[in-house]
Structures are given as structure tokens and as C-alpha cells.
């Protein structure tokens, strides 16, 4: 498992998967949906996986000594390691802006999402997506990725949209809020969110390992 | 002793079935499976390493059970589907750095050898590399953790006559080491020279699995032919002007 983990860092990951971790400064930007740093993080990820296809990555990692479900854990273990430091660098930028930033003019009268706790959880909601359709997806054919990553698309898509619109319903504006007052609140909906994204990319998971065992290569 | 036992191999397709596929490779032999394009070679050899799923039959290597010794198995065997043709970009040095992590049997000194035998340029990458030379790279990488079983898919195709030359040769050094080696191709003059045994499968059926010498001469008593061309298109030669006219 750590050698190929290696071998993916080494060999099979592109280097956009890493610079598209820059995405996650959309943070900071005003008057800006967000959440598509996010997306952008994801798509950093896709072409690693497209960069391993197109360098016969699932031949090579066969022909050596490891469990195929091995190799189907260190692409899940990637991602995640790649969509958590995307994570991370957004939920200290978040903190940024709900504090030293706070007063900040360009972020007055903001229409759209504020970060908070609750854009940490949608972040992490559009991770689950990725991980349930597009690697998921993936490993249905271990070599198919327009697809999967089309359905990724569209269902990020509705979730940038349902995020954006839900705080414009009145019983749901404590989703954008930044007075501090329902910091608790959202941060309950973020714990939701976290214990989703590790249910969801655990089911991925387990479903991968079953398609990848069972396809003639 | 045998290195590789394969007994009633199938494996059903859609359009295509490969019908209990029987043969064994003894230590220290080079044995050829031979048949036309389409005929099941690389699903065959596929199947034994567990790359495609076979849908039944048994596969000894070294005595394991493939699939339920699979990784033991590996640490034995070194498989190539003829030239490498992964990671292209990534230099030589590179992609042996990563394979070596994998093999507790990795021998350094046998790496550096083949290399320098094979006249290898780390620095260069599989991009940079020709064909045959990309075979090299591939055998130096089964070799280098002392692979005793060589699996190759079409080693020969796409190479020129001097690099086929040389390949061939090699096979024969590796076999006078003890390795063996079985081979698929549809050139049937690379069997004459370093083959001992053959392995002909026709339409997913088994023609024949035996020594060569024994094929060439039960065949040319039979009138088939007298060289293993000919026998093979007395065996497979289809009427292309009925089929044209239907």
C-alpha cells in the first residue's frame, strides 16, 4: 500500500492535482460563488486520474506483487489526501474571512455564500460527489473517464446551485449568516457533512473494489 | 519439473470462446504458443496471469494456485505484452526506482548488468526508446528480480529483423540460466530457432501442445507441410474466394 502510494505520487499523479490546490484561495474572492474552488480541486484530481490511463497505470500496477484491491485503496487514499489539504487550506481561509476579515468593505453586502462552517460542509458534500461518480465511476471500466466525470459535472453543478440558493429562503438564512450567533448551528451541519463525505467515499469504496475484481483488463 | 501447468483453461466471451486450453512448461525451456491473429493467444496468457478472469480450468505456476497465490506468484514471474507502454514520459531510472520498492528478490547488481548488456540509457524514457530496445527495458525489469518464468505477449511483432535477432538470443542465454520462457507469436520462423516446444491454438481450440521437433515431424509424415508455416496454413487456411463470393 505505501509503495503504491508512492507509485502514484511518483509516476501516475499529474502535477495539476497539486496546483489546482490553488483553487481553494476562491475563498477570498468577493461576489464570487465559492464553492467552485472546490470544483476547480476536483478537476486537478481528474487529471491525475487521466494521466495514469493514458500511461497504461492499471497494466503496470497489475503485473506487480499487490492485492488489486490494494490498488483501488491508494487511488481512494489519494484523492482524499489531495481533497483534504484542499480542504484544509479552505476552512483556514474560512477562518480569515470570519475574522480578521470580517470587516473587510469588499465583503459587505455579499449576495452570495459567505464562508462558514456550512461552505465547509458543501465543500465536503461536492467532495462525496466526486468520489461516489467520478472514481466510482472510473472504476466500473478502469479506463472509461468522460462519463463519470460529465455526471460529477452536472451533480456539482446542482449542488453549487442548491448551496447559493438555500440561505435566500427565510426559515435557511442561518446557513449564510456570519454574525457568530449560529456558528453553533452550522458547524452541527458541517459534523452532518463530514460524516457523510467519509460514508459516502467508504460505500465508493467498497463498490470500486467489487467492480475492479470482477473487470477482464 | 513443471514451472507452468495449465489444465482445461476456458474463458467465454460474447463472440469468442478459448476451450480448455491444456499444456506445461518444464524448467529451463522456451516454448512458443502460436496462432493466427484472433486465435486466443493473449487471452490465454492473460488468463494465467490473472489479468483477464478465466472461466474455468486450473493454472499451477511453481505448484501456487493463480488466482489464490497470486502475489507470491508474482515475485516469480515476469510478464510483458511485448514492448512497455506505460509511463512514456517518465524516465528509466524512474520507473525502476518505483518497480524495485515491489520486490523483496530485487537483485541491483542483475539490474545494472542487463543494462549495460542491453546498452540501456537510464535517462532516457520509453518515448525515447525503440521498440525492441522497450523489450529490453521490459525483460531487464522481470529479470532484475530474478523472474524464473518469463511471460511474453509478442515479444517479436514490430521489430526489425536484427533486434528480433538479438531478442531470440537473449531468450536462449536466459534459457541456458535456467529461466523459461513462454512466448506468444504469429512468426513462426522465431520458433524455429529457439523454440523447444509449441503450444498451437486454433479458433480458441488446442491443435497441439508438444515438443517442436516431434509437431514438425508428425506433420510432415501427414503431409500438412514441411516447414511450420506451411503446417499452419494447411491448418488454418480458409477459401477466401467462396467466403468473397457469399
Not at chain 1, 50 to 55: F, G, I, L
Not at chain 1, 69 to 87: E, I, P
Not at chain 1, 107 to 117: E, F, Q, R, T
Not at chain 2, 231 to 245: F, P, R
Request: net charge neutral; charged share 20%; proline share 3%.
Amino acid at each position: 500500500m505505501k509503495n503504491l502510494l508512492i507509485k502514484e505520487l511518483k509516476l501516475a499523479s499529474s502535477p495539476l492535482s497539486y496546483i489546482f490546490l490553488i483553487a481553494a484561495l476562491m475563498t477570498l474572492l468577493p461576489g464570487y460563488p465559492i464553492l467552485m474552488g472546490a470544483f476547480f480541486i476536483c478537476f486537478g484530481i481528474f487529471h491525475s486520474f487521466q494521466n495514469a490511463r493514458e500511461s497504461n497505470d492499471v497494466l503496470y500496477s497489475l503485473l506487480l506483487p499487490v492485492k488489486k484491491s490494494d490498488f483501488v485503496k491508494t487511488k481512494f487514499a489519494f484523492t482524499c489526501a489531495v481533497q483534504l489539504t484542499g480542504f484544509a487550506l479552505c476552512a483556514v481561509l474560512t477562518a480569515l474571512r470570519m475574522t480578521a476579515l470580517s470587516g473587510a468593505q469588499a465583503y459587505k453586502d455579499n449576495a452570495l455564500m459567505n464562508p462558514s462552517p456550512v461552505f465547509l460542509a458543501f465543500v465536503l458534500l461536492l467532495f462525496s460527489a466526486f468520489n461516489l461518480l467520478f472514481v466510482g465511476g472510473f472504476f466500473k471500466t478502469a479506463y472509461k473517464i468522460g462519463i463519470p466525470f460529465l455526471l460529477f459535472g452536472i451533480a456539482a453543478l446542482v449542488i453549487v446551485a442548491v448551496a447559493e440558493s438555500l440561505h435566500f429562503f427565510s426559515a435557511l438564512s442561518f446557513l449564510n449568516t456570519t454574525s457568530g450567533e449560529k456558528t453553533g448551528l452550522q458547524t452541527v451541519f458541517l459534523a452532518l457533512s463530514a460524516a457523510a463525505y467519509c460514508g459516502i467515499t467508504y460505500l465508493s469504496y467498497r463498490t470500486s473494489k467489487k467492480r475492479f475484481e470482477l473487470l477482464d483488463l | 519439473m513443471a514451472v507452468l501447468e495449465v489444465k482445461g483453461l476456458s474463458k467465454q466471451y460474447p463472440e469468442f470462446l478459448l476451450d480448455g486450453i491444456s499444456f506445461s512448461l518444464e524448467e529451463g525451456r522456451i516454448m512458443g504458443l502460436i496462432g493466427r491473429n484472433g486465435a486466443g493467444k493473449t487471452t490465454t496468457l492473460k488468463s494465467i496471469f490473472n489479468i483477464v478472469h478465466k472461466s474455468g480450468g486450473e493454472i499451477k505456476i511453481f505448484g501456487f494456485d493463480m488466482p489464490g497465490d497470486e502475489q507470491k506468484i508474482k515475485t516469480l514471474i515476469g510478464y510483458t505484452g511485448g514492448a512497455i507502454n506505460y509511463y512514456q514520459r517518465k524516465k528509466l531510472k524512474d520507473i525502476a526506482a518505483v518497480t524495485r520498492r515491489f520486490y523483496t528478490n530485487w537483485d541491483d547488481d542483475a539490474y545494472r548488468r542487463y543494462l549495460d548488456a542491453f546498452s540501456l540509457n537510464e535517462e532516457k524514457t520509453p518515448l525515447q526508446l525503440s521498440e525492441g530496445m522497450r523489450v529490453k527495458f521490459s525483460l531487464t525489469l522481470a529479470l532484475s528480480h530474478n523472474a524464473k518464468l518469463l511471460i511474453l505477449d509478442e515479444p517479436t511483432s514490430g521489430l526489425d529483423p536484427v533486434s528480433r535477432a538479438e531478442l531470440l538470443d537473449t531468450f536462449t542465454y536466459l534459457k541456458g540460466k535456467g529461466v523459461s520462457i513462454l512466448f506468444s507469436t504469429h512468426i513462426t520462423s522465431d520458433l524455429e530457432k529457439c523454440a523447444d516446444d509449441i503450444t498451437y491454438i486454433a479458433k480458441g481450440s488446442l491443435i497441439a501442445s508438444m515438443p517442436l521437433e516431434r509437431f514438425l515431424c508428425e506433420n510432415r509424415a501427414a503431409g500438412h507441410g514441411d516447414t511450420l508455416e506451411e503446417i499452419m496454413v494447411h491448418y488454418e487456411k480458409e477459401d477466401i474466394n467462396e467466403k468473397l463470393a457469399d
